[in-house]
């Protein structure tokens, strides 16, 4: 890759698209992320001084985090106070020259700058704008605080992902702001399909985190409104998917088994050297293997703490059972698939390498790719604000006195 801020035009899927990013924090930065990897000439506004403060959440080093590195990546920043009346203009007439705007802000905070949809496609009607808030721009929750760690708990994850009798579990990750941020995405690219198309010109996407969320949940509506059925929190197991769990090995490892398929079925009882369990008619269906679970699982688990974790997983294997490692961030870097994969890149940073994860999906003729690590608050300011919009040398100045600028 190229450590340069200010690449050559690539032949992308999205290049030649103008993203106008005012997000901050994770949902609305990581759809940025995900349209500049492909592409898109993503324009980030940020405050003057410190910027985003994510620039400054979890691991630091000479003042930005690392997590900067990556969810920054292949951006343009372009400080700007849009709190005063002269900054929100020079976003104005940014978003005027923009495809897509992305905001993640309270509703109704970009109306009060007067950057709203409404204001914006007067003069730029092909504009797509993605909101991404808690609940949604609409209906009676609209204006609460909307932080993923809430919106994970209504939208029906949190309570079925725990241990029965004991508090829900939450992943040690903002996994509702990321799952909001692909949906924005997706909605902008479907919403940019359809303007080409000329279904219709720029439109709203209206994201809310609770609801990304809710669109992962399966059969959870179904089962409920067909049978009555509330999904309750099953530990490392699947409601009514037997077998399929989280097993300790004897080296003290844990690894996933999924036997859950018939014929899979017979194959893991056959590799464990119970061919008793494999031929038992009881067992030969899924509802017969959910009617005995504590009983197979018994089996598995005894079976696991006789082995290594990595002999297990390959006896399984070689049964073409479905099993595997749990992996930390450690084994994902010395595991040779990950290499040669491709799912690490290498920036540099004060002249030091730091590798940041690749993004998916691959595509074969147009792939994406980092191109730059995420730029300095403001570092693109003067660039974008002459080139763009024209500004002069003396209008630079008189807002970097006002400090509107940096």
Same mark, same amino acid.
């Given at each position: ?6 690449? &050559?035009?690539? @032949? /992308? +899927? ?10 901050? !924090?994770?949902?609305?930065?990581f ?11 993503v ?6 001084g410190?910027?985003?403060p ?38 104005r ?15 109704g905070?970009?109306?009060s700058?007067?950057?709203?949809p ?21 209906? &009676?929750?609209? @204006? /609460? +605080?909307g ?9 029906? !994850? ?12 939450r ?13 924005a ?12 198309r ?13 609801e990304?969320i ?43 088994i ?29 509802a017969?293997?959910?009617?005995q ?6 089996v ?14 390959a ?12 992996y ?11 290499q040669?994969?491709?799912m ?34 403001g ?20 807002l970097?006195g006002?400090?509107?600028?940096d």
């Amino acid at each position: 890759m190229t450590t340069e801020t200010n690449p &050559p035009v690539h @032949n /992308k +899927p999205l290049s030649g698209i103008r993203v106008i990013e005012f997000g901050q !924090l994770i949902a609305g930065p990581f759809a940025g992320s995900l349209l500049a990897y492909f592409g898109a000439e993503v324009i980030k506004i940020e405050p003057p001084g410190k910027g985003d403060p994510i620039r400054g959440w979890r691991a630091v080093e000479n003042g930005t985090s690392f997590w900067w590195h990556s969810i920054g990546r292949n951006k343009k920043s372009v400080s700007l106070d849009l709190r005063t009346e002269a900054g929100a203009k020079i976003a104005r007439r940014l978003a005027d020259t923009a495809d897509v705007v992305i905001e993640n802000f309270r509703p109704g905070v970009m109306e009060s700058w007067g950057l709203g949809p409404e204001s914006l496609k007067v003069d730029n009607p092909d504009l797509v704008y993605a909101r991404i808030s808690g609940y949604g721009q609409t209906g &009676p929750y609209a @204006n /609460k +605080p909307g932080f993923a760690s809430v919106c994970e708990g209504m939208s029906g !994850l949190r309570y079925v992902n725990g241990h029965p009798g004991q508090a829900p579990v939450r992943p040690n990750l903002s996994i509702g702001d990321s799952i909001a941020g692909l949906h924005a995405a997706f909605g902008i690219v479907m919403a940019l399909l359809g303007r080409e198309r000329k279904l219709c010109q720029g439109q709203v996407v209206d994201v809310a985190l609770y609801e990304s969320i809710f669109n992962l949940m399966e059969a959870v509506v179904p089962e409920y409104s067909g049978a009555g059925i509330v999904r309750e929190p099953s530990g490392t197991t699947v409601t009514g998917i037997v077998p399929t769990n989280t097993y300790l090995c004897r080296d003290g490892k844990y690894i996933v088994i999924g036997g859950n398929g018939d014929s899979i079925f017979k194959r893991l009882m056959c590799a464990i050297d119970r061919e008793d369990m494999a031929n038992d008619p009881a067992l030969a269906d899924n509802a017969g293997r959910v009617a005995q679970e504590p009983y197979i699982d018994s089996v598995l688990a005894d079976w696991c703490q006789s082995i290594d974790s990595l002999a297990a997983v390959a006896q399984l294997e070689a049964a073409r059972v479905p099993a595997g490692p749990i992996y930390n961030v450690a084994d994902m870097f010395a595991d040779e698939h990950y290499q040669a994969r491709s799912m690490f890149e290498r920036v540099e940073i004060d002249g030091k390498p730091l590798d940041i994860p690749a993004m998916a999906p691959k595509l074969e003729q147009t792939p994406g790719e980092t191109l730059w690590s995420g730029p300095r608050v403001g570092e693109h300011t003067q660039s974008v604000l002459t080139e763009t919009l024209g500004l002069s040398e003396s209008e630079l100045n008189d807002l970097r006195g006002q400090h509107i600028i940096d």
